[in-house]
């Protein structure tokens, strides 16, 4: 199993929980989320490596993150939401370096159309955590980002549907901008 500050500090959103589920509970192999892909032979002509350490450009905002993961523990798809303030274009480059720091090892990634692919290998409590990535660019406001990670005999997928949903609220106890009350009439002569 997975230490949790492993888990927390190491992996980009998806993959971070799905390891959290992975070091709570067994889970089988189930099917992989679907994501588009080109036939092999348009695959072939459009897929290349990535320049070293390029990503997706995403806008930053509030950003609501839908979350599916299907395990064979449960019927149905586990799903949860959640908002915040975030920035996923530096998110993705700091967890990636934070992973390099920790002795994780990249293939390059890919970029196919709007596909970026990535995988990449992790030592983890007594063993090694293998992940694989496909975030599929709809915009700079929205993407998907289906992975995949495996743990031994375990694997886990997630599929997650990112969308920024505005500007960030300040925060509680921020300064608030003034206004500035309209300038006083001249006073008549006196």
Known sequence: MLPRTWVSKWLPTGLALAIAVLSRAGAAD??????QSPS?????????PAAEG??????????EYQRSLVSAAHDTPRQATIKKCSDPS?????????????????SPTVHTGNSYSASWTCPAHGGVVAMSQVI????DSSYE????????DQVMR??????????CP???GAPKHRRRPPPLAPSSGG
């Not at 530096?90 to 920790?102: A, S, V, Y």
């Open 136 to 139: 599929t660019v709809t915009s």
């Open 30 to 35: 189930v099917p992989a989320p679907t994501v």
């Open 158 to 167: 997630t599929r997650i549907v990112a969308t920024r949903v505005g500007a």
């Open 40 to 48: 092999p032979a348009a695959a072939a002509s459009q897929a290349q």
């Open 170 to 172: 300040l925060l509680p």
């Open 54 to 63: 390029e990503l997706p450009a995403f806008q930053p905002g509030l950003w």
């Open 90 to 106: 530096e998110e993705m480059r700091k967890k990636r370096l934070e992973l390099k720091q920790k002795g994780c090892r990249f």
């Open 145 to 152: 980002d289906a992975n995949e990670a495996r743990f031994e």
